[in-house]
C-alpha cells in the first residue's frame, strides 16, 4: 500500500523546493496550496466563501486572493472559517489523488498547516523542513511582494518549528540547497530499508 510522506515547514522554509527533490527522485507530489486553489474555483466553495466573507472578495466570480489573505492572516477566527470551508474539499481533493498514484511506494503530501489542520494523522511519515528566521523572512519578501510585517503575521498564525520538530520523523535544514538535496535521497533510502522490513 502507498505510503504518505507528510511534507511540512513554516511559511519560507522552502518546502516546495524540497517537494521538487522528492519529485526528481521519481516521489509523486501533491501541493496542499495548489489543492486549495483549485477547489477554490468550484461553484459550492466560491458560494460559502461569498456567504462567509462577502460578495466584495470577488470580482466576476474570481476570487481576490491576496485581499482575502489580508484578512484572514491577520485574524485567527476568519482563518479557521477559512479553513473549515476549504480543508474537507482539499482532503477530497487529495483522496482522489492517491486513489491514481496506487502503484508508487511513496507519495509526498505538502502542506504549510500540515499540524495545525491536523491532516498530519493521516501521514505514515513526516518531514519537517527548517531555515532560520531571517533567511524565511527574505525569501517570502522576494517572492510575495509584501511586508515584512504581513509575513511576521503569517508566521504567527503557524506552529513554530520546535513543536513541528517534536511530531516529525525527518527534519531538513534547507539552508544550503546541495546539502538539502542530499538529506531527501539520504530519507527516501532509510524509507525503502523500512518498507522491505515490514
Not at 489523488?97 to 502542506?111: A, D, G, K, T
Request: some cysteine; overall charge neutral.
Amino acid at each position: 500500500m502507498t505510503k504518505v510522506i507528510g511534507l511540512t515547514g513554516g511559511i519560507g522554509s522552502g518546502k516546495t523546493t524540497i517537494a521538487g527533490f522528492f519529485k526528481q527522485n521519481g516521489v509523486p507530489v501533491y501541493i496542499a496550496d495548489d489543492g486549495a486553489k483549485k477547489v477554490m474555483q468550484s461553484a459550492e466553495i466560491i458560494n460559502e466563501v461569498k456567504l462567509t466573507f462577502g460578495e466584495s472578495l470577488f470580482d466576476n466570480d474570481v476570487l481576490n486572493r491576496p485581499k482575502l489573505a489580508e484578512i484572514v492572516f491577520n485574524n485567527a477566527d476568519k482563518l479557521a472559517k477559512l479553513n473549515s470551508i476549504v480543508h474537507p474539499a482539499v482532503k477530497r481533493d487529495f483522496e482522489l489523488w492517491l486513489s491514481q498514484h496506487q502503484e508508487y511506494e511513496f507519495v509526498i503530501y505538502e502542506s504549510a498547516i500540515l499540524f495545525e489542520s491536523g491532516r498530519y494523522i493521516e501521514c505514515d511519515y513526516i518531514v519537517t523542513v527548517t531555515a532560520p528566521i531571517e533567511i524565511r523572512i527574505e525569501r517570502v519578501l522576494k517572492r510575495d511582494n509584501t511586508t515584512r510585517e504581513n509575513v511576521l503575521n503569517r508566521m504567527k498564525m503557524q506552529w513554530d518549528d520546535e513543536k513541528r520538530i517534536s511530531l516529525s520523523n525527518f527534519v531538513i535544514n534547507n539552508s544550503n540547497l546541495k546539502i538539502a538535496e542530499e538529506d531527501v535521497v539520504k530519507i527516501l533510502k532509510i524509507l525503502k530499508i523500512k518498507q522491505n522490513q515490514s
